[in-house]
């Protein structure tokens, strides 16, 4: 019986109840949950941008060497880092079925899958520098990029590690912790970022090698913080997380990947997508690939908030899909995408009216062509923006119900069979250039929101509702 048979199942066998939940309470649960989690998000986004703009102090060529780095790094994380998404909403429909050992074991497995997984994505640092040179890169560039890679290849498996339990301890409403590890990771990471690239206490300067290396040894602090708090503090301890860590649950295992497997690959898809558009800049020209950098830099920003709602989503929607409450289903992905459109226009808006001291942070205050671009792809991207929201959050709903196949399929139409042959089609056959390109992601990315959209308005009226 699928996940949506159960919920029909349900909601036949249950009487109507009053209406005691409106619009108003689930925005209310909504946002207290989104709130630390998008707060959570941003911080992490804080800690990049830290360093990219302490990169961007070495110059264009080391900007263009972190994107191409992050390019390489990403595409491969994001295969386990869906893996480890499907940790909350398997979580959460065990914590609205009142089902703690479930919960306990959905983490359990989480965990080893992201174990499993982040050792051959370890390896890939060494074979960086020949892969860039084969897709057309500059050797320098390539060169630097691979420094900068073995240094932060090492934050993978802590990463995937704290995703997990994040998404525990999300789907137990107590996502609160994550933030507080986040908040104090910032300056440290700040401090040893700057220690470790310029050189500082009688340390020698490392380069981008120091900023990986700065990167990945805050990671794993933050993963040993999150440990701390999930054993010794409530409400954690209770579930006994780590209990019988060595038995193998392999029916659960098996779900895990059958919901995470759709979610790594459109995860891949998307920021594939996002990694071929850097190749495309950097095949333009190097103040090309530095803009986009930086432009980039400021969406993964914005994206920070429809995320945490994304995530509250699928948290609130699994809650419901647990206790068989059908009607609960419809107004938690309705209220979270409207929040999630408000939120990002009203960002948008302020990036738009401040994108030119945007580029000067990245850049320091000088005008070249490369601020100039810069400053144009944040306009560009305005509806960019507000499209990426809406599929976040459409597909955090989606994920809540465990409906993660077709939206795979949505995501190779939406992103490559027309968001990325627009951008070649833009960026190389009119004189838009690097404007092109970005015009091309906003399309994919805005048919990727509208089939969303479509596609849980469809899944839910089929739902008996209470």
Not at 255 to 273: D, H, Q, T
Not at 313 to 325: E, I, M
Not at 326 to 353: D, E, K, M, P, Y
């Amino acid at each position: 019986m699928t996940a949506l048979d159960k919920i029909e199942h349900a909601a036949a066998a249950t009487p109507v109840a009053a209406p005691g939940r409106h619009l108003a309470i689930e925005l209310s649960e909504t946002l207290k949950l989104a709130a630390p989690i998008a707060m959570t998000q941003l911080g992490q986004i804080a800690m990049m941008t830290t360093d990219l703009a302490m990169i961007g102090r070495l110059g264009a060529e080391a900007v263009g060497a972190a994107s191409l780095a992050h390019t390489i790094l990403f595409v491969s994380f994001t295969f386990g880092m869906g893996l480890v998404s499907a940790v909350a909403p398997l979580a959460a429909q065990a914590f609205g079925a009142r089902d703690p050992h479930v919960i306990r074991r959905a983490l359990r497995v989480g965990l080893w899958a992201a174990l499993m997984v982040s050792l051959p994505l370890m390896a890939l640092r060494f074979w960086a520098e020949q892969i860039l040179l084969t897709l057309g890169q500059a050797p320098a560039t390539a060169h630097h990029a691979q420094d900068y890679l073995a240094g932060l290849v090492w934050t993978i498996l802590p990463a995937l590690w704290f995703m997990a339990i994040r998404g525990f301890m999300s789907a137990i409403n107590r996502p609160e912790p994550v933030l507080w590890i986040t908040l104090a990771a910032i300056p440290a990471n700040a401090l040893l970022v700057y220690i470790l690239l310029f050189g500082a206490f009688g340390l020698p300067p490392l380069g981008l090698f120091g900023v990986g290396l700065a990167t990945s040894i805050v990671n794993f602090g933050m993963f040993l913080a999150i440990v701390w708090f999930a054993t010794y503090r409530r409400p954690f301890r209770k579930y006994r997380v780590f209990g019988h860590f060595w038995r193998m649950d392999w029916p659960l295992m098996g779900r895990l990947i059958v919901i995470g497997a759709p979610i790594s690959i459109s995860f891949l898809l998307e920021y594939g997508l996002f990694g071929a558009a850097g190749l495309l800049m950097g095949l333009i020209s190097t103040s090309a690939l530095a803009a986009h950098q930086i432009a980039l830099q400021i969406a993964a920003i914005l994206y920070m908030v429809p995320f945490g709602i994304s995530m509250a989503a699928t948290v609130r929607v699994g809650h419901a899909v647990g206790r068989g409450d059908a009607g609960a289903i419809r107004r938690a992905g309705h209220v979270a995408t409207w929040l999630g459109i408000v939120l990002a226009a009203i960002l948008t808006l302020a990036v738009i009216a401040g994108r030119f001291r945007i580029a000067e942070l990245f850049l320091g205050e000088r005008t070249d062509a490369t601020a100039e671009l810069a400053a144009a792809l944040l306009l560009v991207g305005s509806t960019f923006f507000i499209a990426d929201a809406i599929q976040t959050v459409a597909a955090g709903a989606l994920r809540g119900m465990n409906d993660t196949r077709v939206p795979l399929l949505f995501a190779i139409l939406s992103y490559w069979l027309i968001g990325f042959a627009c951008a070649c089609l833009l960026g190389f056959w009119t004189p838009w250039g690097a404007i092109g390109v970005w015009i091309g992601l906003s399309i994919g990315t805005a048919v990727y929101a509208v089939l969303l959209v479509v596609r849980f308005r469809l899944l839910t009226a089929r739902l008996t509702f209470k």
